[in-house]
């Protein structure tokens, strides 16, 4: 399978598209969908970034669309026309689902909400995947966004003073919401490149974020990973995340196991603290200066966290490394003041 965008020069708008292939590579059905042409309007720009298949053989696509768009021209031209709640630039976000022959079955369209009274609402979705018969979407939302398909309910989410963050929604085999939560920005900008799915049903994804984002999209629990302060250009520096979350039993709740441990106070200038998921014995501990010069520090262990006395060390930007016994390698990086 293969989706993504088609430009029309002779249309000037953007249409996405999904095409099918035999193992020899040779096209058993191909679908072009998107804008619905409007003198009224600018051109539109509709892509689909996704798409999965299930052990049926339904073929699962999610994108974005702007405007008015009709998701089944060619075969039921009206059946299937979606307009975006802003009715403005920004884009919403659709999830489909074609039989295995490429029928369109449903199409779910997910979006800004206008009862809302504020300004630059935006939500584009990028990753998805299959987790068992149901879907995970990753993708961005800034300022206010619907992430329930519903006519009759709502899954409003804020982004504070119009901020910019992730949100990983999912969605049963029909496109119908169930969960979702957000991974918010402190002050920087985060993007998701990817998920892939494990085999105990959670799921691993990547991306890369700037300045200081909390990674824990649990109330009133933390894990901020910041980006190097004392780099060129500090605003600007982007560094690769990685974790691991899953839905908890099927219900809103979140497991969260985040793929690097969490540095307090951060900048220090005496000791700070590194939390770490495991209680398996602690073999080594490893502290690099920005010349990759190694450094020796007293450290103080407890269960799930460990104290390293940093007032012996100079000024500067550190990187930390624990090892530990059960193969476990956990880094982070600290500023000295």
């Given at each position: 399978?293969?989706?993504?965008?088609?430009?029309?020069?002779?249309?000037?708008?953007?249409?996405?598209?999904?095409?099918?292939?035999?193992?020899?590579?040779?096209?058993?059905?191909?679908?072009?969908?998107?804008?619905?042409?409007?003198?009224?309007?600018?051109?539109?720009?509709?892509?689909?970034?996704?798409?999965?298949?299930?052990?049926?053989?339904?073929?699962?696509?999610?994108?974005?669309?702007?405007?008015?768009?009709?998701?089944?021209?060619?075969?039921?031209?009206?059946?299937?026309?979606?307009?975006?709640?802003?009715?403005?630039?920004?884009?919403?976000?659709?999830?489909?689902?074609?039989?295995?022959?490429?029928?369109?079955?449903?199409?779910?369209?997910i979006g800004g909400d206008t009862?809302?009274?504020?300004?630059?609402?935006?939500?584009?979705?990028?990753?998805?995947?299959?987790?068992?018969?149901?879907?995970?979407?990753?993708?961005?939302?800034?300022?206010?966004?619907?992430?329930?398909?519903?006519?009759?309910?709502?899954?409003?989410?804020?982004?504070?003073?119009?901020?910019?963050?992730?949100?990983?929604?999912?969605?049963?085999?029909?496109?119908?919401?169930?969960?979702?939560?957000?991974?918010?920005?402190?002050?920087?900008?985060?993007?998701?490149?990817?998920?892939?799915?494990?085999?105990?049903?959670?799921?691993?994804?990547?991306?890369?974020?700037?300045?200081?984002?909390?990674?824990?999209?649990?109330?009133?629990?933390?894990?901020?990973?910041?980006?190097?302060?004392?780099?060129?250009?500090?605003?600007?520096?982007?560094?690769?995340?990685?974790?691991?979350?899953?839905?908890?039993?099927?219900?809103?709740?979140?497991?969260?196991?985040?793929?690097?441990?969490?540095?307090?106070?951060?900048?220090?200038?005496?000791?700070?603290?590194?939390?770490?998921?495991?209680?398996?014995?602690?073999?080594?501990?490893?502290?690099?200066?920005?010349?990759?010069?190694?450094?020796?520090?007293p450290i103080r262990r407890e269960?799930?966290?460990?104290?390293?006395?940093?007032?012996?060390?100079?000024?500067?930007?550190?990187?930390?490394?624990?090892?530990?016994?059960?193969?476990?390698?956990?880094?982070?990086?600290?500023?000295?003041?």
């Open positions: 399978m293969l989706s993504g965008e088609y430009v029309d020069q002779s249309e000037v708008s953007i249409d996405a598209f999904v095409v099918k292939y035999s193992p020899t590579w040779n096209v058993v059905w191909q679908k072009r969908f998107g804008d619905v042409p409007n003198d009224d309007l600018p051109p539109s720009h509709d892509q689909a970034t996704g798409v999965e298949t299930d052990v049926e053989g339904n073929v699962y696509v999610n994108g974005n669309f702007r405007w008015t768009a009709d998701f089944d021209p060619d075969v039921n031209p009206g059946k299937f026309v979606f307009t975006a709640d802003t009715q403005a630039p920004s884009p919403d976000v659709f999830l489909m689902r074609y039989t295995p022959g490429g029928d369109v079955q449903w199409v779910r369209a009862t809302i009274n504020q300004s630059n609402n935006d939500i584009e979705s990028w990753s998805m995947k299959l987790l068992g018969s149901q879907v995970v979407m990753s993708g961005t939302i800034t300022g206010v966004a619907d992430l329930n398909p519903a006519e009759d309910e709502q899954q409003i989410t804020y982004m504070d003073e119009g901020g910019t963050g992730l949100f990983y929604a999912q969605y049963d085999s029909e496109g119908w919401y169930m969960h979702s939560f957000i991974v918010d920005t402190v002050v920087g900008v985060e993007e998701c490149s990817n998920i892939a799915v494990l085999e105990d049903n959670s799921f691993v994804t990547a991306g890369r974020f700037q300045r200081a984002v909390d990674f824990d999209p649990r109330p009133n629990s933390y894990t901020i990973l910041t980006t190097d302060p004392d780099g060129i250009a500090p605003n600007f520096n982007n560094d690769i995340w990685f974790a691991r979350y899953g839905f908890s039993g099927g219900s809103s709740d979140v497991e969260v196991n985040i793929s690097a441990t969490v540095a307090f106070p951060n900048p220090s200038d005496r000791e700070i603290t590194i939390e770490h998921p495991t209680t398996a014995q602690l073999r080594e501990i490893l502290i690099y200066d920005s010349n990759g010069k190694q450094n020796v520090c269960t799930m966290s460990t104290t390293v006395t940093t007032s012996g060390l100079s000024r500067g930007v550190y990187t930390i490394v624990l090892q530990f016994a059960d193969g476990t390698i956990y880094s982070s990086r600290f500023v000295r003041l």
